[in-house]
């Protein structure tokens, strides 16, 4: 049976590298449709004809060196765009939109562990996304070293081939943000198996959809 939403509703996943973050996302997204909700599943950086070349600048070219500032200009960029043309079409006709990262994954990747100050992230942001906030993001937490290894390591991408101090950075960023803001951001820990995680994010994510259910 077909399900109705009053508004759109916007999930976002994020965590360290290897989290299993599109894993997660793909599985709620099956979830939800067989429940009968429209869903649109996206990915940044890109979803978009731009956005797509945008990221094989940022993670494809390993031998080119991009400062965080241009990597956070780029990743609002390929932000703006998807915005435009996929999230806010999306959310207007009430689908629960689903994407694998947001931003909260530039004020960790470039702002805690590049070192760009946050509030500058936040003036840009407030021109790339404007009022766009997901209502609901999940963190899949996972020791850095054992996300890294899931990945392996001539698959690495530019940003994924970065020390392990930075991803150590990123992981503590992604923690204290959703400690800054409880209500939104859901930590989820993946120790077990993925039946197990999936369980406690389907939860999370029910208690978001039922509040905006028809
Ligand atoms: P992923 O699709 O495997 O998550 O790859 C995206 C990579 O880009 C990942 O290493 C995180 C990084 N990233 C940033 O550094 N800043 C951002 O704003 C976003 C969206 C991703």
């Known amino acids: ?14 965590g360290p590298e290897g989290c299993g973050k599109s894993t997660h996302s793909k599985l709620t997204t099956d979830f939800l449709r067989k429940e009968g909700y429209a869903v649109l599943h996206t990915r940044e950086p890109g979803g978009t004809e731009v956005g797509d070349r945008i990221r094989s600048i940022l993670l494809d070219s390993k031998k080119i060196e991009i400062s965080p500032l241009a990597e956070m200009l ?21 689908k629960v939109v ?13 702002g805690y562990a590049g070192g760009v100050p946050k509030k500058e992230i936040y003036r840009v942001e407030s021109v790339s996304i404007g009022k766009i906030r997901p209502d609901l ?8 070293k054992r996300g890294l290894k899931r ?16 991803h150590r950075s990123v992981r503590k960023g992604y923690l ?25 994010v389907k939860s999370e994510v029910m208690n978001v959809i039922r509040r905006h259910l028809l």
């Open 176 to 200: 204290d943000l959703a400690n800054r803001d409880k209500k939104r951001i859901k930590v989820i820990r993946t120790k077990g198996t993925i039946e197990a995680t999936f369980r406690e």
């Open 137 to 144: 993001t999940i963190v899949l937490d996972i020791d850095v």
């Open 98 to 110: 689903i994407s694998d990262r947001f931003s909260d994954a530039t004020l960790v990747y470039q």
């Open 74 to 94: 780029l990743f609002e960029a390929s932000r703006a765009e998807l915005i435009k043309e996929v999230i806010k079409p999306a959310l207007l006709k009430n």
């Open 151 to 166: 990945i392996y390591l001539n698959n690495r991408d530019r940003i994924e081939s970065k020390e392990l101090s930075f």
């Open 1 to 14: 049976m077909k399900k109705k939403l009053r508004r759109g509703v916007f999930i976002t996943f994020e």
